[in-house]
């Protein structure tokens, strides 16, 4: 079924009504999407960064949020250039439900049908968008109670379409062959719908590894696989009887989720937290000012998250450290961020509205590494404390080194101390004098030949 962007279509309403737009000192690397060549206030409504060099983009017309479009722009270069066209012939038949991709030539969407607002197909393209084919299952999403919500890939090989219930039964089909093939999951292998009115939802998904994929649904529920899709599992976000509306994950067990509470006609937005891997959630709560309520997304490598906010009070891009208890805004001003997505814990990318020139609408991550570059639970490579500290920090290192590079990153991403040490030995303990820097949050960055690792530290 179609989800309702109720954050996103009050923005895009809003195109051009704030004033002086003041980009953040992190994200001020500003790009322009070309989406079907130069469009006035070109809107970003999916973004997928599969690599450093290798992002995709599908665009729409800011100022007819409601309108039909099948833009798409990509780069290959990490932003220096991007470059796009159409996806399909025309606007009539298809509507565009999500993009996923895979490298920088391979993608794919999922839609439904415009006219009958229902069923819908896959289309892949292995050329950089040049062409694009449809690859829908023969006789998948023909029956009038299906709707194709995403298409999603796990490996360039492994990957699922996601459909709306059919008799009792959700509708997914699984691929191990890249979508020359597809076999549908039984029904045996997906828990029931909860009642004959739940669906699934327009690109509300998520992914990690090479197995684990979550979907929502209206009534507040979470779909997992974590075998590439073959079989699920269910858990419940209670109270969010309107429906889950994002979903980010930074490891198998953590994540969040948007979801609301209320009635259709009066939703409230809410965060809540799962460590089981979506079968239990509990609520955040309040909600911290500084979180953007448009997007989340799980910072790649790290146990932090990024949010988005587009809404009139809600222009904030922010990152949480804490599992969305509380937000960090990264800065800057009057910038309606659509959405997110990190190839990794150093580069970044955020969407935006492009001017009435068609210039800019990408903003490109510019800061210091963020997080410690691991899954949440393991081990640190190395230790920093006192945290927080009012002078002499000591730096631990536990494994024998042959020498590292220490470089402290203030949040403009200035270095503002540097060290080194040529050699360095099991248990080695190295001391950095910070007494004379503003108080503030820094980030210690440790280079130890290809290995990089980054703590933050709080100089108080």
């Known amino acids: 079924m179609k989800k309702t962007l109720l954050s996103l279509a009050a923005a895009a309403l809003s195109v051009g009504a704030f004033a002086q737009a003041t980009p953040s000192p992190f994200w001020n690397i500003i790009q322009t999407g070309n989406f079907n060549g130069t469009t006035p206030y070109a809107g970003v409504r999916f973004l997928d960064a599969v690599s450093a060099n290798d992002v995709w983009a ?5 100022l007819a949020p409601n309108e039909n479009y099948n833009w798409f722009s990509r780069t290959t270069n990490g932003g220096t250039t991007w470059a ?3 996806v399909y012939a025309d606007t009539n038949t298809y509507v565009m439900a999500n993009l996923d991709a895979i490298d920088a030539n391979t993608a794919w969407v999922s839609a439904y049908t415009k006219a009958t607002q229902n069923k819908g197909a896959v289309h892949q393209t292995t050329n950089g968008g040049t062409t694009w084919t449809n690859m829908t299952p023969a006789g998948g999403y023909t029956n009038n109670a299906s709707f194709v919500n995403i298409v999603c890939f796990v490996t360039p090989s492994v990957g ?7 008799g009792g039964e959700y509708e997914i089909y699984r691929t191990t062959d890249g979508g020359a093939t597809w076999t549908k999951v039984p029904g045996a292998n997906i828990p029931n719908p909860l009642n004959s009115s739940e669906y699934g939802l327009v690109n509300i998904y998520t992914k990690y590894g090479t197995n684990d994929i979550w979907f929502g649904t209206n009534n507040g529920r979470v779909y997992h696989s974590n075998d590439g899709g073959l079989n699920w599992t269910v858990g419940t976000i209670t109270g969010a009887v309107v429906g889950v509306n994002d979903l980010a994950f930074t490891d198998a067990n953590n994540g969040l989720a948007y979801a609301y509470s209320g009635t259709t006609t009066s939703p ?11 079968a239990t959630w509990t609520q955040v709560s309040p909600l911290d000012p500084n979180m953007g309520l448009n997007d989340i997304a799980a910072i790649t490598g790290t146990s932090w998250f990024a949010s988005a906010g587009a809404g009139t009070g809600n222009q904030v891009i922010s990152y ?9 805004s990264w800065g800057g001003s009057n910038i309606q961020y659509l959405t997110l997505d990190f190839a990794n814990n150093t580069t970044a990318w955020a969407g935006s509205f492009a001017d009435n020139l068609g ?5 490109k991550f510019s800061g210091a590494p963020l997080g410690l570059n691991e899954t949440a639970n393991a081990p640190r490579a190395f230790e920093v404390y006192p945290n927080p500290t009012s ?41 950095l004098d910070l007494s004379d820097l503003q108080k503030g949050v820094y980030f ?10 980054t703590q933050k530290i709080i100089v108080d």
């Open 58 to 62: 599908i665009g729409y017309n800011g």
């Open 84 to 86: 796009g066209g159409n």
């Open 160 to 166: 699922i379409i996601q459909g709306d219930p059919v």
């Open 268 to 278: 409230v937005l809410g965060l809540y937290r799962t460590t089981d891997g979506g």
């Open 320 to 328: 949480s450290t804490d599992h969305g208890a509380t937000w960090n």
């Open 359 to 363: 210039a800019g609408g990408i903003f």
């Open 391 to 431: 002078g002499k920090v000591k730096i631990n290192l536990p494994l024998a080194k042959q020498g590292c590079d220490i470089n402290v990153i203030n949040m403009l991403g200035q270095v503002v101390r540097t060290a080194k040490a040529s050699a360095v030995t099991a248990g080695e303990t190295l001391t």
């Open 444 to 453: 210690v960055n440790i280079t130890v030949g290809a290995e990089k690792h």
